[in-house]
């Protein structure tokens, strides 16, 4: 009815109401000349509002003016100023009399769902998964898997989105259309009123037509709409559809990791944004186990944040390393971009810009660039914090391109580079991290002085 879980054939009743509007107007012109009553009578013959077939809502709301109206076109006398100011009211008033659908999000529901359904990994998939499983370091994802928990997680969010809708949204549709159902009786009643004022031979006639109109009973007409949507809500297509690790033994568990850019983009924020630990730190080696029992044990957004402020040092770096080595690069590799890292000493300002704009994609271009600052300082905070010589940038390197050839090109982006402006920084003005604050800070590189121009903070 609303969404396509279900449909009828209320676009039909709408188009027979727009057309039973125009006769409505055609009649209110009855009252313009009394001498046209032939004309009239083979007006009210051929429109369709006579021949509106008998449908639960229409019928009751119409059926008191039909009545009146062919009894009406009896009266030569009419009140003309009034009944043109009712003709004026009408084009709002009965706008739209059924309550709207929901198709899109229906139909992403059953699309999605297929989707699913499609893409979960079958018995021939076995051996790409023991592949995948003895590799001896961590790599991408199989595309099957990839392609599985991203559509359930896509599944997922269409189904949470259509049953907010559901549970948000319809109730406050409904009310409002229940008050236009009683704002048309309104009409009605006034119309119906005002006829009467001008006329003792339809008094009695309006008064039945009036009584008839009060008596339409608009949670009647709605109620069975309000019953749809709780079927509807109840339907199959609304519930999540459980995502199964068949790269750890078929668990059912969450969808966190490998679900593309933009997701793995906001995890990293995520994991880096939880309150720094100096518990003691150990090299973690890449290994999908803890990413998967993360998944496991974060069924809900809520287990994220809470297992996350749990985690010491060493899970949550490994957690990152995993993000970010399980998914697709962050950043792009093309000819351009090899030729570029061939450089020695890192790249001068004037070719930054044209590595950014080969290996940032542009549409998420400033929060990749924010996502690096921030890596960067992550990094070099951890590294300096338990003694260590690793160099960030080669870490960053690592994450963001799945190679650490390109740290240079990182470091000279981080050293040069103003975010803010999308601009190099002044010559003689670099970033550098500042060990005794443990935070980054832009100097004149002559002077040691801070540079004070509009720069963005990693």
């Known amino acids: 009815m609303f969404g396509a879980v279900h ?75 009034v009944m043109g100011s009712l003709k004026r009211e009408m084009s709002q008033l009965f706008s739209s009399m059924d309550p709207p659908r929901n198709p899109q999000r ?103 037509a009036i009584h008839a109109n009060k008596e339409i009973d608009s949670v009647r007409i709605i109620s069975p709409h309000h019953e749809q949507v709780e079927v509807e809500m109840r339907d199959s297509i609304l519930e999540p559809i459980k995502y199964r690790n068949y790269l750890n033994g078929g ?24 309150p720094r630990s100096s518990q003691p730190y150990v090299t973690v080696m890449r290994s999908a ?38 998914d697709e690069p962050l950043l792009r590799v093309d000819s351009i971009v090899k030729e570029l890292a061939q450089s020695k000493g890192g790249l001068p300002r004037t070719k930054i810009k ?3 704009e080969r290996a940032f994609p542009s549409h998420r271009r400033q929060s990749t660039m924010v996502l690096l600052f921030r890596l960067v300082e992550y990094w070099k905070w951890t590294f300096q914090l338990h003694n260590l010589t690793q160099d960030a940038f080669e870490m960053v390197s690592g994450l963001l391109f799945h190679s650490r050839e390109y740290s240079e090109l990182l470091a000279s982006v981080w050293r040069k580079w103003d975010p803010t402006c999308d601009q190099p920084l002044p010559d003689g003005v670099e970033r550098q991290w500042n060990r005794k604050s443990r935070s980054p ?12 121009g509009n720069v963005a903070k990693s």
């Open 7 to 81: 449909d009828d054939n209320r676009p039909e009743e709408s188009i027979m109401m727009r057309e039973s509007l125009k006769d409505i107007d055609y009649y209110s012109r009855i009252q313009l000349d009394e001498k046209h009553l032939g004309e009239l009578k083979a007006l009210r013959d051929s429109s369709n509002l006579l021949r509106l077939p008998n449908l639960s809502m229409l019928s009751s709301l119409t059926e008191p003016l039909i009545d009146y109206f062919n009894q009406e076109i009896t009266v030569w006398e009419r009140a003309t100023a």
């Open 106 to 208: 229906s139909k992403s529901c059953a699309r999605n769902a297929r989707t699913v359904i499609e893409l979960s990994p079958g018995a021939d998939a076995s051996d790409i998964f023991d592949a995948w499983r003895k590799k001896e370091v961590l790599s991408i994802l199989p595309t099957i898997d990839l392609n599985y928990r991203r559509a359930v997680h896509k599944q997922n969010q269409a189904a949470t989105q259509a049953s907010a809708w559901y549970a948000d949204d319809m109730p406050i549709i409904l009310e409002r259309h229940q008050q236009h159902i009683e704002d048309i009786k309104s009409f009605a009643g006034k119309m119906m009123d005002c006829s009467r004022e001008t006329s003792v031979e339809l008094s009695a006639a309006a008064s039945t």
């Open 251 to 274: 668990q059912v568990s969450r969808p966190i990791f490998g679900l593309g850019a933009e997701e793995t983009s906001l995890l990293i924020t995520q994991i880096i944004g939880v």
């Open 289 to 326: 186990e803890m990413a998967f029992r993360f998944e496991r044990k974060s069924m809900k957004e809520s287990d994220v944040t809470r297992r996350l402020q749990s985690l010491d040092t060493q899970s949550k770096n490994y957690l990152l390393i995993n993000a970010m080595g399980m």
């Open 354 to 356: 044209p590595f950014l």
């Open 441 to 452: 800070e832009v100097v004149w590189m002559k002077t040691g002085w801070l540079y004070t």
